[in-house]
């Protein structure tokens, strides 16, 4: 069975360009989760999907983040524009319903210059 | 809010030492109690964990047990070895708030031959 993915593994951008991240989670999970870890801090929740419908999200830091789940299947996290303060690395990771064990991707290392 | 705090790292060890890595929560509730390792290079990946309290979760030589009476969950390893080196997560679900997150802010931990 093929865990979460993850795409790209690795995205350089410049201050005020456009990055998307790609996260596929195992098939059949139905719930979705991004997290974030920046400058080696804590992991921190950034939102949550049930199928295709946004469960929380609490944690987006603001409206330069938008997040989609198209058909419940892949997920979107689009940061238009971004910030210095964006570096970090994008954790997905996925679920079962009624299961607490998330299965995470490997992180998309984002780093913003 | 529920919180988890970890011991601060990096954490250097001969190999064959003994490894304790300190957690301590503050909750809502019970909630079941994880760590997760991230190995270089690596995704998150759940170590092992524990659903109430006295319970005991174990993986690889790895120990930590639910202490509700000091709310902690302390990682220990009798001997430690080189392909240990990692980062380890501890973590609990937010009470009642469909499954997320909340993590410790993770402990560097480098074990030389």
């Known amino acids: 069975e093929a865990g979460v993915t993850q795409f790209p593994s690795h995205s350089v951008i410049e201050k005020g360009q456009t990055v998307t991240l790609r996260c596929d989670p195992i098939?059949?999970?139905?719930?979705l989760y991004w997290y974030r870890r920046v400058m080696g801090k804590e992991i921190k929740f950034l939102l949550h999907?049930?199928?295709?419908?946004?469960?929380?999200e609490s944690g987006m830091p603001n409206n330069r983040f938008l997040a989609e789940r198209t058909g419940g299947t892949y997920s979107t996290l689009k940061v238009q524009p971004a910030e210095l303060e964006d570096s970090g690395v994008y954790f997905c990771?996925?679920?079962?319903?009624?299961?607490?064990?998330?299965?995470f991707g490997p992180g998309t290392r984002l780093l913003v210059l | 809010g529920d919180s988890v705090t970890q011991m601060e790292g990096p954490v250097t060890l001969s190999e064959e030492a003994f490894l304790t890595i300190n957690c301590t929560y503050t909750?809502?509730?019970?909630?079941?109690l994880f760590w997760y390792v991230q190995y270089p290079g690596e995704g998150l990946q759940l170590l092992l964990k524990?659903?109430?309290?006295?319970d005991k979760g174990s993986n690889k030589g790895f120990e930590a047990t639910y202490r509700k009476e000091t709310t902690s969950f302390h990682l220990e390893k009798g001997s430690v070895q080189v392909s240990d080196s990692a980062v380890y997560f501890c973590?609990?679900?937010?009470?009642?708030?469909?499954?997320?997150?909340?993590f410790g802010q993770g402990t560097e931990l480098s074990v030389k031959p």
């Open positions: 524990a659903t109430k309290a006295d």
């Open positions: 990771a996925s679920s079962l319903t009624g299961q607490e064990t998330q299965y």
């Open positions: 973590a609990l679900p937010a009470y009642n708030q469909g499954g997320k997150l909340i």
């Open positions: 999907f049930v199928k295709e419908s946004k469960q929380d």
């Open positions: 098939s059949g999970h139905d719930n």
């Open positions: 909750a809502t509730g019970y909630p079941s």
